[in-house]
């Protein structure tokens, strides 16, 4: 019995769990997932610091200062990043600091340089704005024994940052799944065989390349068994060392023609069948089970349906095993900028191409929606969500849209 899309979901995300944990290099760890947390062995910043270039002293010495009435203060020393104050503050002095020097002892008050005349041994302040401001307490971003990082966080940027400052030279993080390819077809070959597309006998199996790519981009390790012929016993040959992945996946072979045995010869290699249609299109030939033990995905060989079906199954079961908790891309409401029209109660899967107008988004379909027009795929940032019981949907309405992409945009589209 086919199974509604977040049916199929639930059941092979049931069927998946974060994989064993590895230690990496903070520096080597961008994309990775962090399996335990990370607590803070210091306070951050690990002592009250300077915001900002200026002059260290008390507010009260600086009350009402002006240009018309500067306040005048010797100048005891000057104190670098990486640098403390020799002997602290004295009242009635300032001390010149420089941004994420140490405060000195006695001082409440950062002035920031542009309010003086910049003097290194008597300083003219001429603006008491910041008075008893630009310090940054200690511990004001991290206590000790708070946590730095969550587990279960894809490490960005600024998580690679913040490790780094508690200490965390080495993390813990999920290993990355090593996924098999398996692509089958007699009519395929790879492009290296492209004099046979051009006799007009072969065509090339685009499919590799696209779900190397998208398999890569979630995350994984791709290991590529090639193309195979609509052969039984060299597809079983194929599928002999599947058990040092983590995860296979097949494209191709999974509907009900003549020549698609892909379902039969898994069940010859002792595969457990969980699932074998979802009602949607592109790509209700869906098939999922396990075969020793590792996850098997068979796609739908039709170019669109196998990167529809990958974004919607593939992807978070990855991301699953790379240890994330928030495996499905976010839906956003779209307006839709043309009629919209499904054939069947199915949920549909439109590419689109999501503009934003305004502040509001509107999303236009790529052209012809056929499951083998890959450029139609090329040129979506989005997947508009049509529900099965919506058979039209009128140009203005709201519908629900996945975002494929964080596209960029021009200098004139800028809106800051």
């Not at 002095?93 to 006695?106: H, Q, S």
């Not at 779209?334 to 999501?354: G, K, N, S």
Request: a negative charge.
């Amino acid at each position: 019995m086919a199974l509604s899309v977040h049916e199929a979901s639930a059941q092979i995300l049931a069927a998946v769990a974060p994989l064993p944990v590895e230690r990496v290099r903070v520096a080597d760890a961008l994309g990775r997932v962090l399996a335990h947390e990370v607590r803070s062995p210091i306070a951050h910043p690990p002592w009250d610091n300077s915001s900002m270039d200026g002059y260290a002293l008390r507010a009260v010495d600086v009350a009402g200062a002006s240009r018309d009435t500067p306040v005048v203060l010797p100048v005891s020393e000057t104190v670098r990043a990486g640098q403390r104050s020799s002997a602290g503050l004295r009242a009635g002095c300032a001390i010149r600091i420089m941004t994420g020097a140490p405060v000195p002892e006695g001082a409440d008050t950062v002035i920031r340089v542009e309010d003086t005349d910049g003097g290194e041994e008597v300083v003219r302040i001429h603006d008491a704005r910041d008075a008893r401001r630009n310090i940054r307490p200690r511990g004001e971003d991290l206590d000790i024994n708070d946590v730095a990082v969550e587990a279960g966080t894809r490490l960005g940027p600024a998580h690679l940052g913040v490790l780094a400052s508690v200490g965390a030279a080495w993390v813990e993080v999920h290993r990355r799944p090593r996924v098999a390819i398996l692509t089958s077809g007699d009519e395929l070959v790879d492009v290296d065989n492209f004099e046979a597309v051009l006799r007009g006998d072969r065509i090339v199996s685009s499919n590799s390349y696209t779900i190397r790519a998208a398999a890569q981009l979630a995350g994984a390790e791709v290991v590529d068994l090639g193309i195979v012929g609509d052969d039984r016993d060299a597809f079983a040959a194929r599928l002999s060392d599947v058990s040092r992945c983590d995860v296979l996946i097949t494209s191709g072979g999974v509907s009900v023609g003549a020549f698609d045995f892909t379902k039969d010869v898994l069940r010859e290699l002792g595969a457990e069948l969980r699932l074998w249609r979802v009602k949607m299109r592109p790509g209700a030939p869906v098939g999922f089970g396990t075969l020793h033990g590792v996850p098997w995905l068979g796609l739908p060989g039709n170019p669109v349906s196998t990167l529809v079906t990958f974004e919607l199954f593939a992807r978070p079961l990855i991301r699953r095993q790379l240890g994330e908790r928030r495996v499905f891309r976010r839906p956003i409401a779209v307006r839709a900028r043309a009629d919209l029209t499904i054939a069947a109660p199915l949920t549909h899967f439109l590419r689109a191409i999501v503009d934003w107008d305004d502040g509001v988004a509107s999303a236009r379909l790529t052209g012809s929606q056929g499951s083998g027009l890959l450029t139609s795929m090329a040129r979506a940032n989005a997947l508009v969500v049509i529900p099965p019981e919506r058979l039209v949907v009128r140009a203005g309405e709201m519908v629900h849209a996945l975002l494929l992409s964080d596209d960029a945009v021009s200098i004139d589209q800028l809106e800051l």
